[in-house]
């Protein structure tokens, strides 16, 4: 992986684009973006290109990091992040979908004291009818999930508060998923998560995304950020479908044949075993959670103090 660094003074708002094959888009983008915020750090990620993504970016002004190859649009996120020196960093689409104009809207939405601030697409912004009911259906499973509102899970314009956001940069996947699990991973630890409003554009190009293939794959990280997040909302369900089936077994076969069958024991057993599991697994999402709250003490305590000097 390479990278272009020239200017060494820590911006207040680092701006990451992840991006492959997109320098028929980037000029515009980037132009927009420097119109709008000419202080702002604008970090383009060139995750294996074949086009010209790199040299294009380098001519309008972005920092640009590359991967030697396709790493996937989540490996992009997390080389970004890394390297963003703003206290704050807005994730972005580089193909042409999202208005600069809405990152304004996002960050003054942060300045209401939120920790990530989503950008949610409406209906007529999604790319086909099946898009759209596949999103509803990610965010109706994720909100019973986290217990909260997800009103967009996949949108990849999103602004955050950038020590908050490397804390999960471990779970987050190399492929499309990494909004998913940002989000959720926001909510678990008990940091706020707004969102705004947005109408985004048709994309300029081929979109990377496989409907049927990433589809499936965000469905499977719901689940597996579930089992992160709150385990017991995921093996509780399970454990009582094996113990209704345990004991609607048990009643066909003492009404017919007045036995307990092998069955009716092993779904009753199975459904102890899920039960329990899902108990350890809460204890250990609790631990694994406990020691963010414990990094974040320090800055806590920098906070405080910082408020007394200005008190005094």
Known sequence: ?????????????????????????????????????????????????????????RAHGARVVSHPYGM??????????????????????ADGQHDPADVERLLAKMDEGYDMVVGARNAGSQASVGRLAA???????????????????????????????????????????????????FFRAGYAVGYLPIRTRPRG???????????????????????????????????????????????????FSGTFTNMSALLLMASALTFLMGLISEQISNLMYANTEMRQAPRRREDTEASTEQDR
Request: charged share 20%; net charge positive; proline share 6%.
């Open 72 to 93: 996937g649009n989540g490996a992009a996120i997390k080389s970004g992040a890394r390297l963003a020196r703003g206290d704050l960093i807005v994730f972005m689409d």
């Open 135 to 185: 999103n509803t259906f990610y965010n109706r499973l994720a909100s019973w999930v986290t217990g909260h509102k997800v009103l967009d899970l996949t949108s990849g314009l999103r602004a955050a508060r950038a020590d908050r956001f490397r804390q999960f940069l471990y779970l987050l996947p190399n492929g499309f998923s990494y909004p998913t699990t940002s989000t959720m991973a």
């Open 1 to 57: 992986m390479t990278q272009t660094n020239t200017d060494n003074t820590a911006p207040p708002l680092s701006i990451v684009l992840p991006a492959r094959n997109e320098a028929d888009n980037l000029p515009a983008v980037l132009d927009a973006l420097r119109t709008r915020f000419p202080d702002a750090e604008r970090i383009l990620v060139d995750d294996g290109s074949t086009d010209d993504t790199a040299a294009v970016a």
């Open 205 to 255: 190009g081929k979109s990377h995304i496989r409907p049927l293939r990433d589809g499936l794959r965000f469905v499977l990280i719901i689940f597996k950020i579930g089992t992160l997040y709150s385990p017991l909302k995921v093996f509780a369900p399970a454990s009582a479908a094996f113990a209704l089936l345990g004991l609607a077994r048990y009643a066909w076969t003492l009404h």
